[in-house]
């Protein structure tokens, strides 16, 4: 069926549909006759921004995907292309692959049809419930359910950003707390943050977790000034997390980790704590765009550590992909 929207084959052209389908019909091909053909199809479609958002990162995941499927076409686009590949999409489109072909050996086993997608973390900035995460957190969503103290919110995208891996949500609940970003000047290298976040939801516990660093450079791989270098741990569900000053406020969210594995192959050295968190300046200008309000506050007044972890827990939540 999938075909057949995509080519307007006795029904009327529909790309969105044609992307529905497919994923469908990829859960539910237990013998892999045809998924390395679906799973190129659909890189195309996040390539083009067709029927999805334009995403480099998907596009490398659904690439990895049809390789792994043996599919030739992909092995060589890839062979061809993947010295243009930034490190951030190779690292984010492993992990996603990894996510893909978990739901297909799932489908496999007849365990998936609408299993979680995985989860990340996001942070409310409006009482009227609206979210701020990472974009790849809530690619490929059917349904997106934000959880706040135990308790399940329908959430919907508003936009979604894969350029500058950022997403709004809104929550169909309003929230008595929220984030406030940082008003003035700037974080600047050298200064402590906290980094907080909901990594291994389903191995350790469900608190909050934080981790307290410094800003290492205001840039990240390659020069790139729309994030900076930070030195807290980052852990798988971290993404999407805020990033916070000494005064409590967002300067940051938290998006990806160097790849450890790939670094060691190319320097022979394994780097520790090298992540990544976007700039609270470019969520911002998004916001605006989107006529979104947000609120900012003064940092000038320090809190005790354990103070800032109490202010985190009232407006950080858990993402919940459900595909």
């Known amino acids: 069926m999938g075909h057949r929207y995509a080519d307007g084959d006795g029904v009327e052209r529909n790309d969105v549909k044609a992307v529905q389908l497919w994923k469908k019909a990829l859960i539910h091909d237990r013998d892999n006759e045809f998924s390395g053909e679906i799973t190129?199809?659909?890189?195309?479609?996040?390539?083009?921004?067709?029927?999805?958002?334009?995403?480099?990162?998907?596009?490398?995941?659904?690439?990895?995907?049809?390789?792994?499927?043996?599919?030739?076409?992909?092995k060589s686009y890839l062979h061809r292309n993947k010295q243009f590949l930034s490190e951030y999409t190779r690292a984010n489109g492993q992990r996603m692959a990894a996510q893909i072909w978990a739901e297909i050996e799932a489908g496999k086993s007849g365990k998936s049809d609408r299993q979680?997608?995985?989860?990340?973390?996001?942070?409310?900035?409006?009482?009227?419930?609206?979210?701020?995460?990472?974009?790849?957190?809530?690619?490929?969503?059917?349904?997106?359910?934000?959880?706040?103290?135990?308790?399940k919110i329908d959430a919907a995208i508003v936009t979604n950003d894969s350029h500058n891996?950022?997403?709004?949500?809104?929550?169909?609940?309003?929230?008595?707390?929220?984030?406030?970003?940082?008003?003035?000047?700037?974080?600047?290298?050298?200064?402590?943050?906290?980094a907080f976040g909901l990594p291994f939801k389903s191995i350790l516990s469900d608190d909050l977790k934080?981790?307290?660093?410094?800003?290492?450079?205001?840039?990240?791989?390659?020069?790139?000034?729309?994030?900076?270098?930070?030195?807290?741990?980052?852990?798988?569900?971290?993404?999407?997390?805020?990033?916070?000053?000494?005064?409590?406020?967002?300067?940051?969210?938290?998006?990806?980790?160097?790849?450890?594995?790939?670094?060691?192959?190319?320097?022979?050295?394994?780097?520790?704590?090298?992540?990544?968190?976007?700039?609270?300046?470019?969520?911002?200008?998004?916001?605006?765009?989107?006529?979104?309000d947000y609120e900012t506050a003064s940092s000038k007044k320090k809190l005790k550590t354990v103070d800032v972890f109490d202010k985190a827990k009232k407006f950080t939540v858990l993402v919940e992909c459900l595909q």
């Open 40 to 74: 190129s199809n659909l890189s195309v479609y996040y390539v083009k921004g067709e029927g999805v958002p334009q995403n480099e990162v998907a596009n490398y995941a659904y690439l990895l995907t049809a390789k792994a499927l043996g599919y030739g076409t992909a």
């Open 165 to 194: 891996d950022s997403a709004v949500l809104k929550m169909s609940k309003r929230s008595k707390k929220f984030a406030t970003f940082r008003s003035g000047r700037g974080i600047r290298a050298g200064q402590d943050i906290l």
């Open 116 to 151: 979680s997608g995985g989860t990340g973390t996001g942070f409310i900035i409006k009482k009227q419930g609206y979210v701020v995460t990472n974009s790849h957190v809530v690619n490929n969503c059917n349904r997106i359910k934000i959880i706040q103290n135990d308790t």
């Open 210 to 292: 934080g981790t307290k660093g410094m800003v290492n450079a205001l840039a990240g791989l390659g020069n790139d000034t729309r994030f900076m270098q930070i030195s807290p741990p980052v852990q798988p569900g971290n993404s999407g997390g805020p990033l916070l000053d000494q005064a409590g406020n967002v300067v940051g969210v938290v998006t990806a980790k160097m790849n450890a594995v790939k670094m060691a192959k190319h320097t022979g050295g394994i780097p520790q704590n090298v992540n990544f968190a976007l700039k609270a300046s470019l969520v911002r200008d998004m916001l605006e765009v989107e006529d979104i």
